[in-house]
């Protein structure tokens, strides 16, 4: 399994909103994707201009292939990539499953 954590910050106050817009519409796009175990997208309460995503990808190979298809080329890169900068970490789970690394 790969896990993925990305930190996004919106780059202007009024990028939040087409952000956050965006960023749901790529939800069932990112999910219907070949190997693509979870995805989900947060908005801060305390920071409405940062946003995190949560992605479960059962191999890295799968997640580096979701790069070229719908989810990132129509929405992510036209319409948030220009809008945020980002921290993306690839992490692991504490305490979780073997195999879950």
Same mark, same amino acid.
């Given at each position: @399994? =790969?896990? &993925?954590?990305?930190?996004?910050?919106?780059? *202007?106050?009024? $990028?939040? /909103?087409?952000? !956050?817009?965006? &960023?749901? +519409? @790529? +939800?069932?796009?990112?999910?219907?994707?070949?190997?693509? #175990?979870?995805? /989900? !997208?947060?908005?801060? $309460? !305390?920071? %409405?201009? +940062? =946003? #995190?995503? #949560?992605?479960?990808?059962?191999?890295?190979?799968?997640?580096?292939?979701?790069?070229?298809?719908? *989810?990132?080329?129509?929405?992510? @890169?036209?319409? #948030? =990539?220009?809008?945020?900068?980002?921290?993306?970490? %690839?992490?692991? &789970?504490?305490?979780? !499953?073997?195999?879950? +690394?």
């Amino acid at each position: @399994m =790969f896990h &993925l954590i990305v930190i996004l910050s919106a780059k *202007a106050p009024a $990028d939040v /909103e087409p952000i !956050a817009e965006a &960023l749901v +519409r @790529m +939800r069932p796009l990112c999910l219907a994707e070949p190997g693509c #175990v979870r995805w /989900e !997208a947060y908005q801060s $309460d !305390a920071e %409405p201009g +940062r =946003f #995190v995503l #949560v992605e479960h990808w059962q191999t890295q190979e799968l997640w580096e292939a979701h790069g070229e298809l719908p *989810a990132i080329q129509t929405i992510y @890169m036209p319409e #948030v =990539f220009p809008r945020v900068t980002r921290e993306v970490h %690839p992490s692991h &789970l504490l305490g979780g !499953a073997p195999g879950n +690394r």
